[in-house]
């Protein structure tokens, strides 16, 4: 669940002198309207930075705007592109005066979330550490052990264009897989079929004996919940990268 603004500056400072006014700032402005979730907070702090820049407001107010956007996931190169691209429309100076701001804000350098970083926070499991088993992926994967007493469950997730091998879960009686799409976007195929797009919810069984292999798709990240099914004589067998 996203934070909830909550704005008291109107109160504080002019909660005696015009209340009607401190109201609509702090109940109005920054309660209704920061908080309408047709727009994520990122978003809306980067557009209050360019409507603040392209009436000419470069004041204290801006910065604190600059300060909230990138509180809210604002990259440096992000508002360098977004005061780039504004100023062939609100002005070159207006830009100049933005970025003397921006600057100030940015000076203190912080490690930029990455993709990993920023899938994470749009998932409930975690990522974990890359896969031991990664020699037979093609791309990136991370492993994270949810649990390994009673059911063994792990969560497998895939950077964008990664995917294991074709491989069979062999049993004699039982076994097999069962995935559980948590993240993203991917695929599932099994041997001779079309592949079956994924998305977070969607759940594959996977027989045993049955030739597969299941990955992000080319643009997406993607995570799924592993369960190995219980069976006499179960083992592994990697084959061949899927193409």
Known sequence: MS????????????????????????????????????????????????????????????KYHIQNARNHGVSQREMAAAVTH??????????????????????????????????????FFPIGEPNPYGQFFVGQSYLAPLSTAQVPLYNVTFEPGCRNNW??????????????????????????KAPQELHPGDIVNIPANVKHWHGAAPDAWFSHLALEVAGEETFTEWCEPAE
């Open 167 to 192: 491989h069979i879960h062999h049993a004699k009686n039982g076994g097999g897989q069962m995935l559980i799409c948590v993240g993203g976007r991917g695929y599932y195929q099994e041997w001779g």
């Open 3 to 62: 934070e909830k603004i909550v704005q008291t500056a109107g109160r504080n400072a002019l909660g005696e002198f015009a209340p009607e006014f401190a109201h609509y700032n702090d109940d109005v402005l920054f309660g209704e309207n920061w908080n309408n979730k047709d727009i994520d907070l990122k978003t809306r702090s980067l557009i209050t930075v360019i409507a603040l820049m392209a009436q000419g407001i470069t004041d204290s107010s801006l």
């Open 86 to 123: 504004a100023a062939f429309y609100a002005g070159w100076p207006k830009a100049w005066a933005t970025f003397s701001l921006a600057k100030e804000v940015y000076n203190d350098p912080i490690e930029e979330p990455t993709e990993k970083d920023r899938f994470q926070s749009t998932i």
